[in-house]
């Protein structure tokens, strides 16, 4: 055993005193007294939580003080001539009235900004694919409508051709669908 505390270092009691002094040390110091005081509260506002919960009628209240006299919601009686003035409107600093009337002093310009002619362009192209997608639309719509037409006119010629009881054709329904035929082609070129 007297060859382990031999070999023990042992400091000068001047090394141990300067180290104290060295702020290294004096944050250690305070860190540690800032944590003792911590587990201090800690065991305190656990006791007094304990304490509560056996007496449940008095946590968290007060001690009643007996003399109070009960506080009333009216003015105090100094104040009862000032409510009574009528007080002009308050004036936000923020709000300047007169600015209104008077041009600014200076004039801020306007912001410069740099992508202006790319979103321009941007904007340019987007009005352009519009109106592309709705002229694709009406053109679609427009040979929808004229197959249609020509399916419906289709259909037509065929009841006329289609013979009646005795195999000859209906020339009644026949002269209506090329009626409307005649009347499309004249008015396709006029």
Excluded: W
Excluded at 5 to 14: S, T
Excluded at 48 to 76: C, F, M, V, Y
Excluded at 89 to 103: C, G, V, W
């Amino acid at each position: 055993m007297a060859n382990t505390a031999e070999k023990v270092r042992r400091f000068p009691v001047g090394i141990i005193r300067s180290a104290k002094n060295c702020p290294v040390q004096k944050i250690k110091t305070n860190l540690i007294h800032k944590a003792k005081a911590k587990k201090n509260f800690a065991k305190l506002k656990a006791r007094l939580d304990k304490e509560n919960l056996r007496n449940p009628g008095r946590a968290g209240q007060p001690p009643a003080i007996e003399d109070a006299s009960p506080t009333s919601l009216e003015p105090h009686p100094d104040r009862l001539p000032l409510l009574s003035q009528t007080s002009p409107e308050p004036t936000s600093p923020l709000i300047n009235h007169s600015s209104h009337d008077s041009p600014p002093k200076y004039q801020r310009k306007p912001k410069i900004d740099p992508f202006s002619s790319a979103s321009r362009e941007a904007q340019r192209r987007k009005q352009e694919a519009e109106r592309r997608r709705e002229e694709k639309e009406r053109a679609e719509q427009e040979r929808q409508r004229k197959s249609e037409e020509r399916e419906r006119h289709r259909k037509a010629m065929a009841a006329a051709r289609k013979g009646g009881k005795n195999g000859q054709r209906k020339l009644g329904r026949e002269s209506g669908v090329l009626l409307d035929r005649v009347r499309r082609i004249v008015g396709d070129t006029g």
